[in-house]
Structures are given as structure tokens and as C-alpha cells.
């Protein structure tokens, strides 16, 4: 039998439509690895929601494939496997955390060391950043061009199907999952995950033919409702390579052709969006700081009113604005939050409460299934005001406002805030207005107009520093 090469598993949790598995299963037979790495990322290890969702893909995944899984530096326990299996060659996907490109450049000579080929494949984005630049030959910043320039590029690779692949037999350690100690257990604050997800690529397929079955149509105007269904909810698949960006891209074309022109304004919104995650890694690849710090240098020295009360008030949903605290328990209840009322609540956290963005990012990245160093460090950036293409500061979300027009009935608010489960659609996102406000909900913990005040006096601060 010939000598076995490596897959190693990284976000990039299936077997079908794979490149690097497809390569390697061509070669020989295959080792499927899995290695968590808590040492390379450092402050950015996965935090607690996405270990969750983590623990039950590789559950998934491992009842397919005999995965080997391991914990330590990826570059070192790769070595050691390699010496320990004689294997022949790696082969894995590529990955654009700012970390990574260093990783990768030490798994290649632990590679070499050891005498075997080192193949990276691409896969977990439609176009790899370096393919995408404008007339200079420069990255894009601002995500018009950009997607323009994506969709100039024509259709993405097609879509390939499972590999059929000859898992090797060796004779390694195969310690448990629960080894890895990736769920939470006292207190079990996931207990509302489960019913809301199914990690792993048999769930992902069921999201991906359910949204374009029964939320795409209606999607342009309708991913804006947090109180309907209308968004795919794919973001946790698509972090973790459950599905890949081109598996989303060709169902939804296709898709949209069965529909004969009835899902294009809808479908093209889509696949929009789907692009933002692209634009998202293309600024992160090119400026390995930004989950750090602002990509506009003038936000530098922010006058931030750092106090940790807000923050933490923010955290639990308990700022008096139910909008905001509703999506803040959405968020702790299911690990997830809807993009609208992301906006609404970063936009509170970083306007009205003047607290830094990447306070807001850190809570994020511990509490989302999604998170994601690419899109939520563009993402806060982008509501900051301080990002590439970013929405202007002195836009201030009025958090009542939004809530009264995207849920306008107030059915979103009352699924997460059991104490206004009574308070009629009129006043639902201002009880304050009411005679007898609810007396289990608190009143607002700062005034709209005098934090919007406050928000433009420090904006105004920064302008005036960057003038003289
Ligand atoms: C403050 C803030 C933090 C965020 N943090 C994350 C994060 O950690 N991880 C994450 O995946 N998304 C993040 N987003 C982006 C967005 O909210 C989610 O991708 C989206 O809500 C996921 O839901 P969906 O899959 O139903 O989206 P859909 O509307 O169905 O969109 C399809 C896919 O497109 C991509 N996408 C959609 N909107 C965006 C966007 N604005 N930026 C980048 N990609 C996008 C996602 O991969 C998404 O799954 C954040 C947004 C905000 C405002």
C-alpha cells in the first residue's frame, strides 16, 4: 500500500465541492486531521459559541471519516504526525486570518523537514484577494467597484461533487471528541443552541434548499425584517466550510433560472451579500491590524468614554431600548443575531454608550456561532464610521426609530423580552411613553438626543484635530 498523505481539516468542515480533499483523495490514501489550535491566534482562539458549533461539526463530520484529532500549535503537531505516518504529503485549505500567512509559511518547512509536498487549495472564498484589484492593480476599498469587479470576473468555478476518498488506516491515538473540551458544561449556557441549529454539511444543505425555497423570494426588502424569516441564516456554515461560497453561488443561480426572472432583483441582493464576506476578507488580507485597529487613521485617539457598567449593561440587554436588548438575547440565547439589529445594537453600543468598537467585536467573536474574524472586524469598522467603505459617524441610528420601522409590529421584541410580552405595537419600542411603563423593564439608560449630542461632539473632536 502506498504511503498515506494528510488532509488537514481547518474551516473547511465537508467533503463535498472541496479542492485540497478532491487533490488530496487523488494522491493516496488520506489521514483527516483536525487540529485545535488555542496558541497561534492568541486573543482571536475561537471564543465560547463558536466552540460550540465547533464540537458538534466535527461530531458531524467524524461520523464520515475517521478524523484524528489533535490539539496543540498546528505546525508542530503537523510535524509530528507526518513523522509518525511517513506521510507523503498535506494538503489543506487556505485560510486569511492575519495569522495565518506566518502559519502556513511554518507548516511549508515542516513540510519540507520532513520530506513531504505541502499543497494549499482554495475554497473558502469565491476569488482569492489577490485576484480582485482595480486599475492600479491596488485592492479595492469600497465595496461598490469591488463587486462589480468580482462579477466581471464571470461565474465562479463550477461546483464539484463528493470525493470519493480511501481513508488510511494507521496506527495514531484516536482520543475522543469530548477531549477537546469544546462545550460548555456548568453552566450550560448553549442549552438554547441546539434547537436552533444543525451544525455540519447535512444541515447546511437543509438551510441553504430551505432559504431558496422560502426566504429568497421577497429577500431584497425582506432581510431587513428581523420579525420574518427571509435571511438564510448560512453565515455559521459558511465560517466553518460546511458549504462553500461556490455550492451558495450556483444553487442560487440556479435558482433564480428555474424562477424565470421572478428571483433576479432578489437572487442578485443575494449574492450581494455574499460578496460583502469576500470584500470583508480582501481588507483583511491586505491589512492584517484591521480586527484592531481602525482602518482610518483619524479614529486613532477616539475620545471613548470607556466604562464598564454600559458595557455590560449592553451585554445582558438591559439598556431600556428594546431593539437593542432584544437582539442582545437573541444573541446570548441562540448565538446569533440578526443583521439589521447587529447595525441597531453595534451602532448603540459605539454611539450612544461611546464605548470602543472593539469592545463590541470582542463580545461578538465569544458569543456568535458566526463569528468571524473577516466579517466582524469589517463589520464593526463599518458601523463605526472608521472602515474602508464605511457608514458615515455622524449617521446615528435612532434605535427606537428602527425598531417601529423593521419591526413594526413588534413581534421581534416580544419573542426575546418576555417582560413587554403585553405592551401593544404602539408603544412596544418606547414604553417609556406609556402611563404605566412595564416595571420589570428598565427605563433608558441614556437619552437619545443628549447621547447623539455627545456622540457629534466627539466625532467633532477628531475632525477638528485632523483639521489643525
Ligand atoms: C456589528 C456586526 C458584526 C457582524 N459580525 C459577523 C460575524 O462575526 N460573522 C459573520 O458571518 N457575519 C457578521 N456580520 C454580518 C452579517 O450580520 C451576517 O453575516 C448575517 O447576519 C448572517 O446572516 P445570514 O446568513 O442570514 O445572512 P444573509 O442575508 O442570508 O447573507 C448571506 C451570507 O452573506 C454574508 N454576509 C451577509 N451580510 C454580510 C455583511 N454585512 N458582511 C459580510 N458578510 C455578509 C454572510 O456570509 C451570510 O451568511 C456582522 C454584522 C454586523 C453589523
Redesign the pocket.
Known amino acids: 500500500m502506498s504511503a498515506p498523505v494528510i488532509m488537514w481539516f481547518r474551516q473547511d468542515l465537508r467533503l463535498s465541492d472541496h479542492p485540497a480533499l478532491s487533490a488530496a483523495a487523488a494522491a493516496g490514501p488520506v489521514i483527516p486531521l483536525f487540529v485545535l489550535d488555542d496558541d497561534t491566534p492568541g486573543e482571536w482562539r475561537w471564543g465560547g459559541a463558536s466552540r460550540w458549533w465547533l464540537h458538534h461539526s466535527l461530531a458531524s463530520l467524524s461520523k464520515d471519516v475517521p478524523l484524528v484529532l489533535r490539539r496543540g500549535r498546528a505546525d508542530a503537531v503537523l510535524a509530528e504526525v507526518m513523522k509518525a505516518t511517513g506521510a507523503r504529503a498535506l494538503f489543506f485549505t487556505r485560510d486569511y486570518a492575519p495569522w495565518s500567512a506566518a502559519l502556513e509559511q511554518r507548516v511549508k518547512a515542516a513540510c519540507e523537514q520532513a520530506g513531504a509536498q505541502c499543497h494549499r487549495y482554495g475554497g473558502f472564498l469565491l476569488h482569492e484577494p489577490e485576484a480582485i484589484r482595480n486599475g492600479s492593480g491596488d485592492y479595492f476599498k469600497v465595496y461598490t467597484p469591488f463587486s462589480r469587479a468580482c462579477f466581471a470576473r464571470g461565474e465562479p468555478r463550477p461546483v464539484k461533487g463528493r470525493a470519493q476518498v480511501d481513508w488510511a488506516s494507521h496506527e495514531l491515538d484516536m482520543p475522543p471528541l469530548a477531549g477537546l473540551s469544546l462545550t460548555p458544561a456548568n453552566p450550560d449556557w448553549a442549552a438554547g443552541f441546539g434547537p436552533a441549529w444543525q451544525p455540519g454539511e447535512a444541515g447546511a444543505r437543509a438551510r441553504l434548499l430551505r432559504?431558496l425555497e422560502q426566504g429568497l423570494h421577497g429577500y431584497a426588502e425582506g432581510?431587513d425584517r428581523p420579525d420574518q424569516d427571509n435571511?438564510?441564516?448560512?453565515?455559521p456554515y459558511?465560517?466553518w466550510g460546511e458549504i462553500s461560497p461556490h455550492q451558495v453561488w450556483q444553487a442560487t443561480r440556479q435558482a433564480m433560472e428555474q424562477a424565470s426572472g421572478r428571483l433576479d432583483h432578489d437572487g442578485e441582493k443575494?449574492l450581494k451579500?455574499?460578496l460583502?464576506?469576500e470584500f470583508?476578507y480582501s481588507l483583511v488580507h491586505h491589512n492584517p491590524d484591521f480586527p484592531e485597529k481602525p482602518f482610518r487613521t483619524e479614529f486613532t485617539d477616539f475620545p471613548w468614554a470607556e466604562e464598564r457598567d454600559a458595557l455590560l449593561r449592553w451585554q445582558r440587554g438591559e439598556t431600556g431600548y428594546p431593539i437593542v436588548d432584544a437582539g442582545m438575547r437573541e444573541l446570548w440565547a441562540t448565538g446569533f443575531m440578526?443583521?439589521r439589529v447587529?447595525?441597531i445594537t453595534?451602532s448603540f453600543l459605539i454611539k450612544h454608550l461611546l464605548q470602543p468598537w472593539q469592545q463590541?467585536e470582542r463580545w461578538?467573536w465569544d458569543t456568535?456561532v458566526?463569528?468571524?474574524i473577516g466579517?466582524?472586524a469589517?463589520?464593526?469598522q463599518?458601523?463605526a464610521g472608521c472602515g474602508a467603505d464605511a457608514a458615515p459617524y455622524f449617521r446615528i441610528f435612532n434605535p427606537f426609530l428602527q425598531g417601529e420601522k423593521f419591526d413594526p409590529a413588534g413581534d421581534y421584541v416580544r419573542k426575546w423580552l418576555p417582560e413587554l410580552k403585553d405592551v401593544p405595537a404602539a408603544t412596544i419600542h418606547r414604553p417609556w411613553d406609556m402611563t404605566f411603563p412595564p416595571r420589570a423593564y428598565p427605563p433608558p439608560m441614556v437619552e437619545h438626543g443628549k447621547a447623539r449630542a455627545r456622540a457629534l461632539a466627539a466625532f467633532g473632536a477628531i475632525k477638528k484635530d485632523e483639521a489643525s
Open positions: 432559504f432581510r435571511t438564510s441564516r448560512l453565515s459558511l465560517h443575494f451579500e455574499v460583502w464576506r470583508a440578526h443583521n447587529r447595525m453595534a463590541g461578538f456568535l458566526d463569528a468571524d466579517n466582524n469589517a463589520s464593526w463599518w458601523v
